[in-house]
């Protein structure tokens, strides 16, 4: 049998859904991204989640907090030690619901060695700016989750530590590897300005770089923003909704921290209100930008021509309660993006071939049947399996030696297998291009050949209808490295 392996799977848990009834306790959603499927499980807790999201698991892919924004839970559904008064929102007050902080990706976790856990998070207050009520965040703050060797739990050892004390756009924190590997480039957008602050997150500290201002860009404020798998664009999209939305593309820099060439596309939306969110796929090379009643895709590839979008989808009228139109979405560990609605319903829409141009990207609404209704949440996630960037000239400041020394593994289970067989790599084999998948019969003969997403680390196979005898598969990297190994199907 191949030799399991396991790490990096600090995103397999999504903890979403709110509490509509008047008990302490309610019934959410836990999308479990386990060894053969996605499960949406049923997750019994106090914590509702209105916007702001965050699910850890550990390494192994075991739950271990959550938060939406207001207190850090554990997993006995209790608040951790220090995990309460979250943003000052109880002593100070936020804008928030009973369901918890109205701030889209206003938090992010940033796992380190010896279950260290660094967390980003912004409150949010709503201002008047021009007779317009808008959304701000005062400061940028950091807390810190670690396990107390000696009752075991998990607790808060710091909490609403301020890192920036500046009038920033709300929530939009989102964060991609430094080229070596090991710290983390996190981006803020000033409010309404044409400036960005990076912050580099280290274990022991985040550090400011310097103010950059784009003369070329629009003020913006409130919205969406993402960077690609492979941390080379960083997406930001205005949200506002008054007709008056823009979408701006930047190259960034792994090694600096340097956001470069600005590409500004005006969206001329033609329907008021209108909210978006935006995604790219695993091969960094699609944009998915969503205007409610539509999904768009943006070749990324294809930005020195005319700038067109391709409508892959229009929102199909389902009603769940409230209408399932689009919003925000989400990479999925699996290779598909996730998509949630504006309003409370249990549906989420699936992009299921996210690296493929046009509808053959297989985009399937209300596709996922959530336990009860989500308030537009989903966890706010970097790709927590991206490496180093081998020969950029800073890689070489990687000192994570259990990365170092792993070594590349493939796992195939179950195995002996009837109906669905899941290929997992290990952290070592974490990809920036998809991998190619063949598998052979003794014969010789090829009966199946697919691509692994890029970054995705479990790849499923349906086998149901394959003859029971042994089969041969080769998994070959962008360095057309092969990784083989063997399976039985019984019947």
């Known amino acids: 049998m191949i030799e399991i392996s396991h790490g990096q799977k600090f995103d397999r848990n999504w903890l979403i859904g709110r509490n509509g009834s008047s008990s302490t306790f309610y019934d959410g959603s836990l999308l479990e991204f386990n060894e053969t499927n996605l499960d949406v499980l049923t997750h019994k807790r106090k914590m509702s989640f209105d916007c702001d999201n965050l699910s850890m698991s550990d390494s192994l892919g075991n739950l271990i907090f959550y938060s939406n924004g207001f207190t850090i839970d554990g997993l006995d559904f209790e608040t951790l030690q220090n995990g309460n008064d979250l943003n000052f929102c109880q002593s100070k007050g936020c804008s928030i619901t009973g369901f918890g902080l109205i701030n889209y990706q206003g938090i992010i976790c940033f796992p380190f060695k010896n279950d260290h856990y660094l967390i980003l998070h912004n409150q949010v207050k709503i201002f008047e700016k021009d007779k317009i009520l808008a959304p701000f965040s005062l400061s940028l703050l950091q807390s810190i989750v670690e396990i107390n060797e000696e009752t075991k739990k998990y607790e808060v050892t710091k909490k609403n530590q301020e890192i920036i004390a500046d009038t920033l756009g709300p929530g939009a924190l989102v964060a991609t590897k430094h080229a070596n590997g090991r710290d983390w480039w996190c981006i803020l957008k000033k409010g309404h300005s044409k400036e960005f602050i990076t912050t580099l997150v280290t274990q022991d500290s985040v550090i400011l770089n310097p103010i950059q201002k784009f003369d070329s860009i629009p003020d913006i404020n409130f919205g969406f923003a993402s960077f690609s798998p492979n941390g080379s664009k960083f997406i930001f999209q205005e949200i506002f909704g008054q007709g008056k939305d823009y979408l701006i593309i930047f190259n960034f820099d792994r090694c600096t921290g340097i956001l470069k060439n600005p590409i500004v596309i005006k969206q001329n939306y033609t329907i008021s209100g209108v909210y978006g969110g935006v995604a790219i796929s695993p091969n960094s090379r699609f944009l998915y930008a969503s205007q409610k009643p539509y999904l768009l895709q943006l070749d990324l590839d294809d930005l020195d021509s005319k700038i067109k979008f391709d409508t892959i989808a229009e929102y199909d009228g389902f009603i769940s309660s409230f209408n399932t139109n689009f919003y925000y979405m989400q990479n999925g560990p699996d290779g598909k993006i996730y ?153």
């Open 339 to 491: 998509m949630c609605t504006l309003n409370a319903t249990d549906a989420l829409h699936v992009i299921n071939n996210p690296d493929e141009k046009g509808k053959a990207c297989n985009f399937i609404q209300h596709a996922v049947k959530l336990i009860g209704p989500n308030s537009y949440s989903l966890p706010n996630f970097p790709n927590y399996r991206l490496g180093p960037l081998i020969g950029s000239g800073c890689d070489t400041l990687s000192t994570d030696v259990s990365s170092i020394e792993e070594v590349p593994k493939i796992s195939v289970y179950p195995n002996p297998v009837s109906s669905t067989l899941s290929i997992e790599l290990n952290n070592k084999l974490s990809h920036e291009k998809s991998f190619k998948l063949s598998v052979y019969q003794l014969s010789g003969k090829e009966i199946y050949k697919g691509d692994i997403p890029a970054f995705a680390y479990i790849h499923n196979v349906d086998v149901s209808a394959w003859p029971a005898g042994m089969y041969y598969f080769s998994v070959t990297d962008e360095r057309y490295r092969s990784f083989n190994g063997k399976f039985i199907v019984v019947r």
